[in-house]
């Protein structure tokens, strides 16, 4: 049989494209962008007012949010038009259904491990957390995200970049300071604080609302447990103590999954905006510390879904029992 | 499900917990020492920002290994505790 020859070209586009990094890094001299916690107002004037609350701006983590939504929903349409496809032909998944229906089905069995026959309430949780927080943290390591976006006027006492013409009224940073910042158009929604913190309520209150539904007003006794109070009142004392513990932890568990996430994300990229600030010419150096955010976003969309799952399961399993056999 | 079950159960999500909620915070947690140590180095040195570029790449991989050291340990822990249970039940 003749021996097909496959010729590497790969290594050679790789090679072509770190040189053309290089070559473009020298000319278009990379800046240290404005490294922000908050979100950065797009449009100075807020877009409305609540009277309590006060004023709602629109930030650059919302037109991500919607980028986010709608990306969503195109994967979910592709999913399912890939799936009708095979179900009348062979019944073999292809393609994009394919490989969504194996990780949904590993997913599905960690979720049956950890929450037995719960696994039909606790799964749809776990994949839709694990699903948008992943389109999340990988769609900010899109060229152009935090890249392109309004210049502002520097506020005073910070360090700003002088500007040089590009085309029409698109501008360009130049190394030399001056009295701009940008304010990008697309930011990720993952290093928003509200965002985080907005998923974790949700998570957490998920977790509760799964408990009550698998162990009824029976699933406060975790948080009030009088059980044990008036046949051994030290040991009861102890166990209302711990209860009370519990509700202080499960208050700590939305902090923990808000500022995981955000921790996370937001020094993936403070660790790009640095790197590829300092050693920008090198276009191989910002490029593994992208590759590493590839990383520790799939691991952080897998960390918040997990958890997720995994409380929950917990809220079902009832502590009554085993008090009850000793 | 039987009482064994259960307990086994129990015993499952709350190692999982403890290795997840660990996985979660290792990359931070490494990261940010790497740099903390880089930049006071840097400041004690005057060699600004070499030392701190250095451990930031060395930064990660070692939290990639160790990520996976924790992750391995615990599993390889669980797994021996759910031998023992089965031999001894």
Not at chain 1, 118 to 129: D, L
Request: glycine letters at 8%; a neutral charge.
């Amino acid at each position: 049989m003749e021996q097909v020859k496959h010729r590497p070209w790969r290594r050679w586009v790789l090679l072509g494209l770190l040189i053309v990094g290089y070559i473009l890094g020298g000319r278009f001299v990379p800046v240290q962008p404005e490294i922000t916690v908050a979100p950065e107002k797009l449009i100075e004037e807020p877009l409305f007012t609540l009277p309590v609350i006060g004023d709602f701006y629109l930030v650059n983590t919302m037109p991500t949010l919607i980028l986010t939504v709608i990306l969503l929903m195109i994967f979910a349409y592709a999913v399912n038009r890939s799936l009708k496809k095979s179900a009348q032909t062979d019944l073999v998944p292809r393609g994009i259904g394919n490989a969504t229906e194996a990780i949904l089905e590993v997913i599905y069995n960690m979720t049956e491990g950890a929450a037995g026959k719960w696994v039909r309430t606790v799964f749809p949780w776990f994949a839709t957390i694990m699903i948008y927080v992943l389109f999340a943290n990988l769609l900010k390591l899109l060229p152009g995200f935090e890249s392109i976006g309004v210049l502002h006027h520097v506020a005073p006492g910070h360090e700003g970049h002088a500007k040089e013409l590009l085309a029409g009224n698109w501008y360009l940073f130049t190394a030399e300071e001056g009295e701009y910042i940008l304010a990008p158009f697309f930011r990720g929604i993952s290093v928003d604080l509200n965002f985080t913190f907005a998923l974790a309520l949700i998570a957490v209150v998920a977790v509760q609302v799964v408990g009550f539904r698998a162990q009824g007003i029976g699933y406060l006794s975790k948080f009030f447990n009088t059980r044990r109070m008036f046949n051994v009142p030290f040991f009861g004392a102890m166990d209302f103590l711990v209860g009370l513990l519990e509700l202080i932890s499960e208050i700590s568990k939305i902090l923990s999954f808000a500022f995981r996430l955000f921790g996370n994300m937001f020094a993936g990229i403070v660790l790009v905006a640095i790197v590829a600030g300092l050693l920008g010419k090198f276009s191989i150096l910002p490029a593994m510390v992208m590759m590493f955010e590839l990383f520790v976003g799939i691991i952080q969309a897998f960390v918040f879904g997990m958890l997720t799952m995994v409380f929950m399961a917990q809220a079902t399993q009832g502590h009554g029992e085993e008090h009850a056999e000793h | 499900m039987t009482q064994s079950e259960q307990k086994g159960r129990s015993i499952l999500t709350n190692v999982l917990i403890v290795i997840i909620g660990q996985v979660g915070c290792l990359t931070l947690v490494v990261i940010l020492v790497s740099v903390l140590l880089g930049l006071w180095l840097d400041g004690v040195f005057g060699t600004k920002p070499v030392i701190t570029l250095a451990l930031l790449f060395a930064g990660i991989p070692v939290s990639v290994l160790v990520m996976l050291g924790v992750a391995r340990k615990t599993l390889a822990r669980l797994k021996e505790n759910v031998e023992k249970e089965s031999q001894t039940s």
